[in-house]
């Protein structure tokens, strides 16, 4: 029906593409109808039990005010009777301050046991009032713990609703309960902004209890009063059978909507969250996805088709111009005409363009074997000229190479000769290096064991000096120690003072011995003569007292002078000895260094013969094989000789080949001239 190959791809393509598209189209929207209901209830369960999270954390948040309740009183001593007043006092202060800084609070208490209602809103219970009997009290005492809600009641000061949460208590000799009255209006004054988040026209929530009572209801119809608690049964619908049959169309609302219900539990409480949506924000929803579904699948189609066409175009118009060019190509090639210089152009990537590449590259190889056919040919008749002048001209040479040869062996009989002489050269030298190496390690040895004995010399010098040094020291010691042991003569100067003194008392008691013999006159006589004898023994005493004095003096000055010329002495034998010492070290490590000297030098001589003689094994080596290649040449002549005739009779037969090949060059050359490479 249709030639060309571009109409036939563009129809087969946009049929398949037209005919998938449909099918999946009308399948997709059957699996929308089918499964976007259950998609939708599924999304407004997800929905309820986010509101009913949401509304359990606001009220996990009241239970937070009610263990601050329970913490105001039992961190309170509960020991004596003023200790409790006093611990009650503090907790009510704590609950004033809890109430304060909270509107969404009615009151704040904690029920005793014991009787005693402590609250922070300063209302002060009836004489009849009992806490103990009340439902929070009794409930949360039931509970254990947990945390109790009760039965919403009307407040009759505000008339709002109020909910009770308490918590029994037992710590410390504390026994009761810490509960917290909440406005609903506060608690959950935020509910309707849950809904308006969603942007769903005409949606709501409404709360109840376990028992069906209305927490809240954004119907001021429902609103609970004073004379009466509005419960799931005066909304005057079956909500709950509602959100469980989940009816088509749903439910009649109130106010004349068909709406559809959800509902969840709120976990910490118990509660109910109702969700409201009208029937039509779910139906928009499903005719939305169904419109929009059935516009993506318009749109797929008329793509597909352009896709269709384009890619028919495409691919057909590549293989169409790849085709003709080849055929053309096909044609010169068959002619003996074709320029294998111009490629195939083509500006696809895809198989076409492999096809053309690899028409392309043939045609490359084609043409280069061409030319190089041609290039070849060219050589091969410059080389059968070639062999043929090499042909007569290697005949020309035969002679002249045989008495080269003759010449060669002659040289080689000479270089023999000299080969050997050098030889017994190398083998006296191998010989008189040897005699110089063991001679230089005989002489290392000798200076080695001279070095371990001068060192052990030194060692020993060193000893001694330093034996000397310490008895040098011990000698001055012990001359300084005599010495100061002269200077003991100091002690003489204090003794002779010591007698002087004496000496001075005795001739001044001598002296009043005398004026009082005086003074008893004949009687005192012989006591004056006695008094006398002491005056003069005392001034011989003073006297013998000062020429000690001036002695010891001269001998603490000698003795100072001793003192002195001993460490003059002891300094300058030990600078001596010091001396000495460095002046025997600086001898010995000179010689050392000589000796060590010595003992390189010989080192370096043994190991410059042992490289000598390695040379020397090395070039007699070189020789023994100079003197081989000599020999092996010698015979090689002769062999060159008899090859020469054999070269005449091969190059006879070259120039029957070259004719031969140049012969097949003209016939080659004739087939491929007509292509251009």
């Known amino acids: 029906m249709f030639k060309s190959l571009k109409i036939k791809m563009v129809v087969i393509i946009a049929a398949l593409c037209a005919i998938l598209l449909v099918t999946q189209s009308y399948f997709t929207m059957q699996k929308v109808n089918e499964s976007s209901e259950t998609i939708l209830d599924d999304n407004y369960d997800i929905r309820t039990r986010y509101y009913a999270s949401a509304i359990d954390g606001w009220l996990i948040e009241a239970t937070g005010i009610v263990s601050a309740a329970e913490?105001?009183?039992?961190?309170?001593?509960?020991g004596s009777a003023s200790e409790i007043e006093a611990s009650k006092k503090m907790a009510t202060t704590a609950l004033e301050e809890i109430t304060e800084n909270d509107p969404s609070l009615a009151m704040v208490y904690i029920q005793l046991s014991n009787g005693d209602f402590l609250n922070g809103s300063g209302w002060v219970p009836s004489s009849d009032f009992n806490g103990l009997t009340r439902a929070w009290y009794t409930d949360a005492v039931a509970a254990k713990g947990a945390f109790c809600y009760s039965e919403p009641y009307v407040d009759a000061n505000t008339g709002d609703l109020v909910v009770a949460v308490s918590k029994y208590f037992e710590s410390d000799g504390w026994q009761g309960i810490a509960a917290v009255d909440i406005f609903v209006s506060t608690l959950l004054e935020d509910i309707d902004k849950l809904v308006d988040s969603d942007s769903e026209n005409g949606a709501y929530l409404f709360v109840t209890n376990e028992?069906?009572?209305?927490i809240y209801?954004?119907?001021?119809?429902?609103?609970?009063?004073s004379s009466k608690i509005m419960t799931l049964k005066d909304l005057g619908i079956d909500y709950a059978k509602a959100a469980e049959e989940d009816e088509d169309g749903g439910i009649t609302d109130f106010n004349g909507t068909n709406v559809y219900v959800t509902v969840q539990d709120i976990p910490s409480v118990g509660w109910h969250v109702y969700y409201v949506s009208p029937v039509e924000n779910y139906d928009s929803i499903i005719e939305g996805i169904q419109s929009h579904m059935l516009m993506i699948a318009g749109i797929c189609l008329a793509i597909a088709l352009i896709v269709a066409s384009v890619a028919g175009i495409m691919v057909a118009k590549p293989i169409a111009d790849a085709s003709n060019k080849i055929k053309t190509l096909g044609e010169s090639v068959k002619a003996g005409n074709a320029d294998l210089t111009q490629n195939i152009e083509t500006k696809s990537n895809d198989e076409v363009g492999q096809l053309v590449t690899a028409?392309?590259?043939?045609?490359?190889?084609?043409?280069g074997i061409i030319k190089d056919v041609n290039t070849a040919s060219a050589d091969l008749e410059e080389n059968v000229l070639s062999l043929k002048a090499a042909a007569l001209k290697s005949s020309d040479n035969v002679t002249t190479i045989s008495s080269t040869m003759q010449e060669m062996n002659a040289s080689s009989e000479e270089t023999s000769a000299s080969t050997a002489q050098v030889s017994q050269m190398a083998q006296d030298i191998t010989t008189l290096t040897g005699k110089v190496s063991?001679?230089?390690?005989?002489?290392?040895a000798d200076i080695s064991n001279i070095l371990k004995f001068i060192e052990n010399r030194k060692k020993e010098i060193e000893a001694t000096d330093e034996s000397m040094t310490n008895r040098l020291n011990a000698a001055i010691g012990n001359l300084q120690n005599k010495i100061k042991d002269t200077q003991k003569v100091e002690e003489i100067r204090s003794m002779t003072q010591g007698i002087s003194g004496v000496a001075t008392q005795t001739n001044l008691l001598s002296l009043n011995a005398s004026i009082e013999a005086a003074r008893a006159g004949e009687a005192g006589r012989g006591f004056a003569i006695v008094a006398d004898e002491i005056g003069t023994l005392a001034s011989n005493s003073a006297e013998m007292a000062a020429n000690i004095q001036q002695v010891s003096d001269e001998v603490l000055a000698i003795v100072e002078?001793?003192?002195?010329?001993a460490e003059d002495v002891s300094e300058i034998m030990l600078k001596i000895s010091e001396e000495n010492s460095q002046e025997k070290s600086q001898i010995i490590e000179e010689y050392i260094k000589s000796l060590n000297d010595c003992y390189e030098a010989m080192s370096s001589i043994s190991n410059d013969n042992h490289e000598?003689?390695?040379?020397?094994?090395t070039v007699s080596d070189s020789i023994s094989a100079i003197d081989s290649a000599v020999e092996e040449n010698a015979n090689g002549t002769a062999n060159v000789v008899e090859g020469t005739q054999v070269l005449v009779s091969a190059s006879e037969d070259v120039e029957k080949g070259a004719k031969s090949i140049e012969n097949i060059s003209e016939t080659l050359s004739n087939h491929i001239k007509g292509f251009k490479c």
């Open 71 to 78: 913490a105001s009183i039992i961190s309170t001593p509960s």
């Open 211 to 214: 028992n069906g009572t209305l």
């Open 217 to 225: 209801h954004p119907n001021p119809k429902f609103h609970s009063t």
């Open 359 to 367: 028409v392309n590259d043939l045609k490359d190889a084609m043409g």
């Open 438 to 444: 063991k001679n230089a390690a005989e002489k290392t």
């Open 561 to 565: 002078q001793l003192v002195k010329a």
């Open 612 to 617: 000598i003689s390695e040379a020397i094994v």
